[in-house]
């Protein structure tokens, strides 16, 4: 038996591949929830409380400071940050799709 169809003998020719900056005629807004990191510097000018011993010596004040966040994290201004260096999203979660809004007709 012959095929007579007009797609009989031809290839089989995929569908272009949308424009990575063209919005696809399926697209979707999706309410998500998004976890990141950020590394950020900051300059905090504020008053902390050690040792005697440790304000006289730069390189130990710097440690104490560095491992005992207590003694100045809440005087920190998260708003106040110099320049994000650095983003990595760690987890995204789908919350809910948002239908496409009517046109009214």
Same mark, same amino acid.
């Given at each position: 038996?012959? &095929?007579?169809?007009?797609?009989? $003998?031809?290839?089989?020719? @995929?569908?272009?591949? @949308?424009? &990575? ?16 990191? !950020? ?29 005992? !966040?207590?003694?100045?994290? &809440? ?7 110099? $320049? ?19 046109? $009214?007709?």
């Amino acid at each position: 038996m012959t &095929d007579t169809s007009e797609a009989a $003998g031809r290839a089989h020719i @995929p569908p272009p591949k @949308p424009d &990575d900056d063209q919005p696809g005629d399926d697209e979707v807004a999706v309410r998500v929830c998004i976890r990141f990191t !950020e590394t950020c510097t900051y300059e905090l000018n504020t008053t902390v409380s050690v040792p005697g011993d440790l304000a006289a010596n730069r390189l130990a004040l710097k440690e104490a400071i560095a491992e005992d !966040e207590d003694l100045w994290f &809440d005087g920190l201004d998260a708003a106040r940050c110099l $320049g994000v260096h650095e983003r990595d999203v760690l987890a995204v979660q789908r919350l809910k799709a948002i239908p496409p809004a009517s046109s $009214g007709h």
